[in-house]
């Protein structure tokens, strides 16, 4: 009895002890528990807000110049200006090269004629009457293509003579800073940009209505422009993106897979095999402006590839997005069941027939998501381009991969390095949003169709 | 299966495409200095709205070395055309253009800009000559007949006439044919005034001219943003720029006088302003006749539309070369092509 109290009591004791002990270790573990938690908290918040930060300076900055004054003005093509020989009018027996000879001659000589002169007419007759302004002045308030703009309407339609038709156009950077506040409005004469006439007339126009603010559409339909910077757009940099996009999917996708099947479903495991996993795997994590000094040594300087043209620009951005789809394809593969090999080499099928007619099919969501995300990586991709000259001012849309174009990435930085930063700050915020905007549909339309297929399969 | 071999043939496609398209480049390439860049841009752009029969020139950047780089990489398809430059060609340059075969190489002077300095606009007002600034950024200055090292930290140790300030300079790298102006208008005439001590050997007297102090000193090898942005982060920083630059930001810059004369189109043009510099473009002769519209873009540039006075580039902030000197470059231009 005694003996079993004293081992009761000596057991009672040392489970008292264990249980302090585990006490004492419960608190310390809970206490690493919540520790942790809150570390895990405090890194999402701190992501979190520089995300939003991020947003919020951007889009600040960047929807104000989804809007931009436009100036209304009623044009007379009056004749005693525009003195000019009639558009040539096709002869019998001439020929298409005679003809096109003819009119770009009747085009050349449109642009001697004094459009501004036509512009000038048309902004007084906007101005209050007898409003002292000189020419020179005047003539800061529209944009200085809008001579341009006058003589294309005239090339387009020749029976403009003596009439007078309304047409709107965009004024100068310098009249949406002021009329934005971009440009603080009580700095002395000195420090401003517009005239002091020009900033009168420009208010005076804000309220009779010969000036608003409307929708930039020119944002998404101009291309970049130094000449006239407050119609610099990005259609340009965008179809540059778009061909090299293009070139990305056509050659990475079918070398890319094709190259993570025969690693994965045909070649013998050998040392060899395994060099150039750990080569692709390296691959993957080389900086990407290396492979713009390579695409500069081996497809301009040796293969003679056109300097700043899309397909150029794709290739090297192709070399970038290989590794990635070439391990997402392995990581599918690997991961598509033993039993489904086995059933279909079980049924008579080939090794081939396996492979296409089984096991891909099933990792086609997969290599799709890899695909797109790649593309999107690619597509945000500037350092190499900067090297193979894509970097360089195009005034025009490229009509081929092989035309002389930018990328919208590479638009952002030429923009952020304009002298104008009054206008551009918000421009290339814009461009971001626009950039970012593409990124999202692009990584939407991945998620969309993985989650879509995948239930399918 | 069906994929891919349709993906194969738009790739043989897409080469084959590539090949053909090499060997015909109907657009003009320009690349180097970025301070010709905008004054170049805005000529291309014209020059495809007015030639209907053309297509607008390409501009790329990288500063007048290595646009002359490129320049000098040799005849053909690949090569640019047109190599803008805020200095002349370095014999060293036309030479390894002549090794790559580029032997028909033309000036062209167009016009002139200036080299300005500029604070902030809320800052104190500066008016520099060339020996402060050479007292204030050479790692060695004379004191006493001996060189020394730099011992001054802010400008009014220099002169007693400048504002209480830390030294800091904003200066282009020597990627850019501005950091040549500056040196040789700038710090060179400076060091000159300062008076090197006697018993110099060229070398010494060079290194001591040109060894500038890292820690007051920056140098940008980007553009003049990214000039601006120093000066947004270290308000005190004195920054170099291109007086077109300025003209274009004087609401967030003010400008430093140099020996007393402010920076301006008309003083420039006068000559009266010292830091200033004539720009040029050097044609690829090899390509006229292979590459549509160089002459007719010669032309076009030197017009008076464009570069004369009044002209689109002048409001850009281009200083006009006078008529005559525009005559005698178009001139030597036409008389090599023949």
Not at chain 1, 99 to 127: D, G, H, I, P, Y
Not at chain 2, 242 to 270: C, E, H, M, R, W
Request: contains cysteine.
């Amino acid at each position: 009895m005694t003996e079993l109290s004293q081992s009761n009591t000596a057991s009672r004791s040392l489970a008292a002890e264990r249980a302090r002990k585990v006490k004492a270790g419960l608190r310390r573990r809970h206490m690493t528990e919540k520790i942790f938690r809150g570390l895990g908290i405090a890194a999402i918040v701190a992501a979190l807000g520089f995300v939003a930060l991020l947003f919020t300076d951007v889009l600040s900055k960047g929807i104000p110049a989804f809007t931009q004054a436009n100036l209304h003005l009623e044009v007379a093509y009056d004749p005693a200006i525009i003195k000019l020989t009639p558009a040539p009018v096709r002869e019998v027996g001439q020929s298409d090269a005679g003809f096109e000879q003819a009119n770009l001659k009747w085009r050349s000589s449109l642009v001697l004629l004094n459009w501004n002169k036509v512009l000038e007419v048309a902004m007084r007759k906007s101005a209050p009457a007898d409003y002292d302004i000189d020419t020179r002045q005047l003539l800061t308030i529209p944009e200085t293509n809008a001579r341009h703009i006058l003589r294309e309407r005239y090339v387009e339609d020749p029976g403009l003579l003596g009439k007078t038709i309304s047409i709107d156009l965009v004024a100068s950077a310098n009249v949406d800073n002021w009329v934005k506040g971009n440009i603080d409005r009580d700095l002395p004469d000195a420090q401003q940009q517009l005239g002091a006439d020009a900033r009168a007339l420009t208010d005076f126009f804000a309220e009779n209505g010969t000036l608003t603010k409307d929708f930039a559409t020119g944002i998404f339909t101009n291309v970049d422009s130094r000449a006239a910077p407050a119609s610099a757009g990005l259609a340009g940099a965008f179809m540059g993106s778009v061909y090299m996009m293009l070139v990305v999917i056509i050659l990475a996708v079918p070398i890319g897979v094709a190259s993570a099947i025969y690693l994965e479903e045909f070649a013998k495991k050998s040392r060899l095999t395994d060099i150039i996993e750990v080569n692709i795997n390296n691959l993957a994590a080389v900086p990407s402006i290396v492979f713009g000094l390579l695409g500069a040594a081996v497809f301009i300087n040796f293969f003679h590839l056109p300097i700043s043209a899309p397909l150029v620009g794709g290739m090297v951005l192709t070399l970038m997005t290989l590794p990635t789809i070439i391990i997402a394809t392995r990581a599918a593969l690997q991961s598509v069941s033993p039993a489904l090999r086995q059933a279909a080499l079980g049924l008579g099928a080939s090794r081939t027939q396996m492979v296409f007619h089984h096991v891909l099919p099933v990792t086609f969501p997969s290599i799709l998501t890899a695909t797109i995300i790649g593309v999107a990586q690619a597509l945000g991709e500037t350092a190499p381009l900067l090297l193979i000259g894509m970097n360089a001012f195009v005034a025009s849309v490229p009509a081929s991969p092989l035309d002389q174009a930018t990328a919208l990435p590479v638009q952002i930085f030429l923009w952020n390095g304009n002298e104008n930063r009054n206008f551009f700050e918000a421009r290339t915020s814009a461009a971001i949003m626009v950039l970012l905007g593409l990124m999202i549909l692009l990584n939407a339309i991945a998620i969309f169709l993985r989650t879509r297929l995948e239930r399918r399969a | 299966m069906k994929a891919l071999s349709f993906a194969s043939a738009a790739v043989i496609a897409l080469a084959a495409f590539g090949t053909t398209a090499a060997i015909a480049r109907d657009t003009i390439q320009i690349a180097g200095s970025s301070t010709v860049l905008p004054f170049a841009s805005i000529v291309a752009e014209e020059f495809g709205a007015s030639y209907p029969e053309f297509n607008t020139p390409v501009v790329g950047s990288g500063g007048t070395g290595g646009g002359l780089k490129q320049f000098c990489e040799g005849v053909g398809e690949n090569t640019i055309d047109i190599a803008d430059a805020s200095r002349p060609i370095k014999d060293k340059e036309r030479a390894a253009c002549e090794e790559n075969g580029v032997t028909d190489i033309r000036e062209i002077q167009f016009g002139f800009d200036g080299i300005v300095f500029a604070s902030e606009a809320t800052g104190p007002d500066f008016s520099l000559t060339p020996v402060q600034i050479y007292k204030a950024i050479a790692a060695k200055v004379p004191v006493d007949g001996k060189l020394v090292d730099n011992p001054y930290t802010n400008w009014n140790q220099i002169d007693a006439s400048l504002p209480d300030q830390t030294i800091a300079l904003a200066i282009p790298g020597s990627n850019h044919g501005t950091r040549e102006v500056f040196q040789e208008r700038v710090v060179s005439a400076g060091a000159e005034e300062a008076g090197l001590p006697e018993g110099l050997s060229e070398e010494e007297k060079a290194a001591a001219e040109t060894t500038l102090r890292q820690d007051v000193v920056v140098e940008i090898s980007g553009d003049y943003t990214e000039t601006l942005a120093r000066l947004k982060s270290n308000p005190d920083t004195v920054g170099v720029f291109g007086l077109s630059f300025y003209d274009q930001n004087k609401d967030t810059l003010k400008v430093a006088t140099i020996d007393g004369v402010v920076p301006s189109n008309d003083t420039v043009a006068a000559g009266e302003y010292p830091v200033s510099r004539p720009l040029y473009f050097y044609i690829k002769g090899q390509h006229i006749g292979t590459i549509p519209g160089i002459e007719e873009y010669v032309n076009f540039f030197l017009s008076d539309m464009m570069s004369g006075s009044g002209g689109t580039l002048e409001a850009a902030g281009l200083i006009p070369q006078p008529e005559d000197k525009t005559a005698q470059v178009l001139a030597a231009f036409e008389a090599a092509a023949n």
